[in-house]
């Protein structure tokens, strides 16, 4: 494997001087005129990120913990969001899958850059049944389904050739039987019991509105922070 640096390369701090944060035209952000829940704040922010061209607005980074209580993050895609909650999508024997079983507890965070603007959720996760999981699996177009039947996700991969070709049999599977389920295909939803807007106002101060609730449904208490 080669890299691109050296002990001789400029420092990571030297890399990063100057360089923009928070730059360019963001949009505003009237918290006082926000909705009393917080669905309809995220649904208005998501809409204006799809028509702002956002990259992957639907990419959300979802922290978990491990039996140690160590925290461990990572990207997934949203699947779907209601007032329950905001779904995504995972292998049951994954990491992540088995920290979810052993604390059933979350976090996701949004960052649109393009925008300034930080969305952070936090609360308990439940895992949907068989029929809605099913459901989700055979809405996926069939290359998704083949790396899903591939399975065996962040195991110690010894031998890179067999990932192609364990792709190739997930797909032919897929190809001859349409039907075909990934057994481990798990779907989860983290019911909000606090979620944060921020929106980035360089110079002037930055806004944030939490809503917080004791249980799924609300009745919301509307916050402002100090940034
Ligand atoms: C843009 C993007 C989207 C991703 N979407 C998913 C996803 O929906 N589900 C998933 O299990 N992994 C997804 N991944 C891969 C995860 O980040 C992660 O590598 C994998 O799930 C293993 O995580 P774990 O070892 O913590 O279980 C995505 C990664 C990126 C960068």
Redesign the pocket.
């Known amino acids: 494997m080669s890299g691109t640096g050296g002990p001789t390369g400029p420092t990571v701090r030297a890399l990063l001087f100057g360089v923009p944060m928070l730059a360019g035209e963001l949009p505003g952000f009237d918290a006082e005129a926000a909705p009393e829940e917080p669905f309809p704040l995220f649904l208005a922010w998501l809409t204006e990120a799809l028509v702002a061209g956002v990259r ?1 607005p639907h ?1 959300m980074t979802l922290a978990t913990v491990d039996a140690d209580g160590c925290p ?1 993050l ?4 949203l699947r779907d969001a209601t007032e329950a909650g905001w779904t ?4 049951a024997d ?4 088995r920290q979810l079983a052993g604390q059933p507890q979350a976090a996701v965070l949004f960052h649109w850059r393009e925008q300034g603007r930080q969305i952070r959720v936090r609360g308990p996760v439940v895992r949907a049944d068989a029929e809605t999981t099913t459901r989700d699996f055979l809405d996926r177009l069939p290359g998704s389904r083949a790396a899903s039947l591939v399975g065996r ?2 195991e110690v991969l010894t031998d890179p050739a067999a990932l192609p070709r364990a792709f190739e049999d997930a797909l032919a599977r897929v190809e001859a039987d349409p039907g075909t389920v990934d057994p481990l295909h798990a779907l989860f939803t983290l019911s909000p019991r606090s979620v944060e807007f921020w929106q980035g106002v360089p110079g002037r101060g930055h806004i944030r509105l939490r809503y917080r609730a004791d249980r799924a449904g609300g009745p919301w208490l509307r916050e402002r922070l100090w940034p």
């Open positions: 992957e990419a461990d990572r990207v997934v895609a995504f999508a995972t292998n994954s990491p992540k899958g996700q962040s």
